[in-house]
Each structure stands twice: as structure tokens, then as C-alpha cells.
Nanobody, 118 residues
């Protein structure tokens, strides 16, 4: 079971990025996939999750700006991030588990750095 996050980069405030979480060794539609982020000096934050049934959840800090989606053909989960703010700067990591309520106990992939300049 492996997850690989990609798509991070440097963007100006107000810009957009799309992160990808590509899975190998399992099908993304058989599990819940979540995105987390951690900024220096801050606690890890669960950003978004998509359940086996396709139900999505978002942190209040990103509601209305971020959208999580799944492409089963590519075995990849995406996080579309719009209207980015400097406070979105963090390392973003995806994880897999049986449900979104327990996603923090799942298997983690390597992260991708997102930097938003003001």
C-alpha cells in the first residue's frame, strides 16, 4: 500500500493549485482518503476527506475554497485548492483508512509542499 502526493508549489495569494494523491496496491474507491496539512509550529490539521460512499468533509478553514474528488480510473484523489491564502502554506499529506472518522490512524504517503505568498 503506497500513496504519493504531488502538485504542490509556490503560488500567490488568490491563486489555485491541484494536489494529487495517487495510490498503488489498492483501489481508492475501496477506502476513505484524506488530506492533512502541517505548518511549522502548528498542529497537524485534517483538511478534507472522501469516504467510500463519496461523502466529502472539509475543515471550516477551507470550506468553499477546497474541493476533494476521486478519479477511480486514475486511482487518484485530487484536492483542488482555490482562493489560496498565506495561511494555507504547509506540507500536505494524504492518508488512507477504512473511514473518514478514523483517517488519522491510516497509512500515510509522502507530502507535498504548498507555499502561498502574500
Amino acid at each position: 500500500v503506497q500513496l504519493q502526493a504531488s502538485g504542490g508549489g509556490l503560488v500567490q495569494a488568490g491563486g489555485s493549485l491541484r494536489l494529487s494523491c495517487t495510490a498503488s496496491g489498492f483501489r481508492v474507491d475501496d477506502y476513505a482518503i484524506g488530506w492533512f496539512r502541517q505548518a511549522p509550529g502548528k498542529e497537524r490539521e485534517q483538511v478534507s476527506c472522501i469516504s467510500i460512499d463519496g461523502i466529502t468533509t472539509y475543515a471550516n478553514s477551507v470550506k468553499g475554497r477546497f474541493t476533494i474528488s476521486s478519479d477511480n480510473g486514475k486511482n487518484t484523489v485530487f484536492l483542488q485548492m482555490n482562493s489560496l491564502k498565506p495561511e494555507d502554506t504547509a506540507i500536505y499529506v494524504c492518508a488512507v483508512h477504512i473511514s473518514c472518522t478514523s483517517i488519522g490512524r491510516g497509512t500515510w504517503g509522502q507530502g507535498t509542499q504548498v507555499t502561498v505568498s502574500s
